[in-house]
């Protein structure tokens, strides 16, 4: 007779297993992110990404109506939690070494659907696609992809106001975001690029049509409409804006009625995209509120411990390597020996506000104000250098932080190498504020190469971290102001002459590859 076995007991009961496997991954989690959350969270506190506070409480409640979709349709396959846990690691590395926070941001983003994924299986993330991709609205575009498109939004809204006033049958005459009706000016800055609108309206469309239309491509069409609604009813308020402070003053334009009529284009805009929605779904046989509801399995599948563990270990792992030591900075020369005498500007050196300082988050830096003895214009030097560059600190165009409170950007772009000034390209703003005109030029020194392209600095960095274990780069800022009379040639001379005399010098103070000059 053989005596019947039964099963060994574990040495740890599954759940508590389980429990233990989650409470490391997470533990994890939070180590690695401990610097970016506050980040996160921090960059809703403006006006420009308020939207982003609902995002957790409209996932949520997307889940919980979800919750029988979820149990019918997950199950114990984690190839998809897998993919996601690599793709975290993947956004960490770039956004952490490439200085981009939105990486990081988005690595946060894909950590939480891999541990998902783990829970609930791939069916289950494919039950909860809706919620995965709305959480992505919680995440703020980077600086310079934000200005660039708020630029572009402001020259747009411009051009659209401008026709819609000449259709009203009001004269008016528009250069780049200047709205000029004779006895008044409207400046259309980045509050009024409609940026702001569009992305909560993306949001809502998102909504609308998952909740009232059945068909994926009448809400795709709906998520395309949001786009030029948005921008017409923005453009609409300036419209308005401007005749009604041609016909009651400029007070109009500031002030109550401002922020009033900033809701007042959110709140049409809802309505148009509801109408819209209310279209589309006359076309659309197969109305839904939300997807079928069928009868659910009795449970959810089992985590898988495996899984959980990996995770746990993945976070620690990239944990242990972003706190890793870089290589060893070439030796450099303090800010504070910059020579303020160079040819015929004369110069005085000037302290950033803390805050300002906390804000650049620069490791050295010169900030001056020199005066030309021959033409009197002004001229403004900002070089800060930073010992490494991560998602917390990093150098950034100016367009992310301009000189001066009320400037406007009246044009961009980029100036080829100039013989005798610069071998390289420099990226030009003009400024403009109340009659004052500046000329301003820019670009990245970064480990012995000077680059303008805000994309390209980016994949630099990653690069060289990877490579040479170094982030240190520096953002160089020449500015003048015009005199009455001065062309914007003159201004760019003034520049290139001051170029001219401290690329010399840069490299004492912003280490090249090797230490020395731009190779």
């Not at 069409?221 to 009813?233: D, E, G, H, N, T």
């Not at 005109?437 to 970064?446: G, T």
Request: charged share 15%; aromatic share 12%; glycine share 8%.
């Amino acid at each position: 007779m053989h005596a019947s076995s039964s099963p060994v007991a574990p040495i740890i009961p599954r759940p508590l297993l389980l429990l233990s496997l989650l409470a490391l991954a997470l533990a994890a989690w939070g180590w690695l992110y401990r610097t970016y959350l506050p980040m996160l969270v921090g960059s809703w506190q403006g006006e420009d990404h308020s939207y982003a506070w609902f995002v957790p409480a409209v996932v949520v409640w997307l889940g919980w109506t979800l919750r029988e979709r979820l149990r019918r349709l997950a199950d114990e396959r984690y190839s998809a939690a897998a993919l996601w846990l690599v793709a975290a690691a993947v956004l960490f590395v770039a956004g952490k070494f490439g200085s981009i926070k939105m990486l990081v941001f988005a690595s946060i983003w894909a950590s939480l659907v891999a541990f998902t994924g783990f829970l609930v299986g791939n069916g289950g993330l494919k039950a909860l696609r809706m919620p995965v991709i709305v959480a992505l609205f919680a995440i703020p575009l980077p600086p310079f992809l934000y200005n660039n498109i708020s630029f572009q939004l402001r020259l747009l809204s411009s051009a659209l106001a401008e026709w819609m006033l000449r259709l009203a049958g009001v004269p008016v005459f528009r250069e780049g975001n200047i709205i000029d009706l004779g006895l008044i000016t409207l400046d259309v800055v980045d509050a009024c690029s409609g940026l702001r609108y569009l992305i909560p309206t993306l949001l809502m469309a998102l909504l609308v049509g998952w909740m009232f239309l059945g068909r994926n491509r009448l809400r795709l069409v709906l998520f395309l409409l949001a786009f030029p609604i948005s921008i017409f009813a923005n453009a609409f308020r300036i419209m308005l804006t401007g005749v009604l402070a041609r016909l009651l003053g400029p007070t109009v334009a500031e002030g109550f009625f401002h922020d009033f009529s900033s809701w007042l284009v959110y709140v049409v805009a809802l309505v148009v995209l509801f109408a819209g929605c209310r279209l589309l779904a006359i076309w659309d046989r197969e109305q839904n509120t939300i997807p079928a509801r069928e009868k659910a399995a009795p449970t959810l599948p089992r985590p898988h411990p495996a899984g959980l563990f990996v995770a746990g270990l993945c976070l620690f792992a990239l944990s242990f390597m972003s706190a890793a030591g870089s290589a060893s900075l070439p030796p450099r020369a303090s800010f504070a020996a910059f020579p303020l005498e160079l040819g015929p500007w004369e110069g005085s050196r000037l302290t950033l506000e803390p805050e300002v300082q906390r804000s650049l988050g620069a490791s050295d830096y010169v900030h001056a104000t020199f005066r030309n003895i021959e033409s009197g214009n002004p001229l403004y030097l900002l070089v800060s250098w930073y010992a490494a560059q991560d998602g917390t600190n990093s150098a950034h165009a100016p367009t992310s932080c301009m000189l001066g409170s009320g400037w406007s950007v009246t044009g961009r772009s980029n100036l080829p190498p100039r013989d005798g000034v610069r071998d390289f390209p420099v990226g030009r703003i003009l400024l403009e504020k109340g009659g004052n005109r500046i000329v301003a030029n820019y670009w990245f020194e970064q480990r012995g190469r000077a680059v303008t392209n805000e994309f390209l600095n980016k994949w630099l960095l990653l690069w060289d971290a990877l490579t040479l274990g170094r982030t240190d780069g520096a953002l160089v800022r020449v500015e003048v102001l015009l005199r009455p009379g001065q062309s914007v040639d003159d201004g760019q001379n003034l520049v290139d002459d001051m170029v001219s005399r401290i690329v010399p010098l840069l490299p004492d103070y912003v280490p090249g590859r090797d230490g020395g000059n731009k190779g």
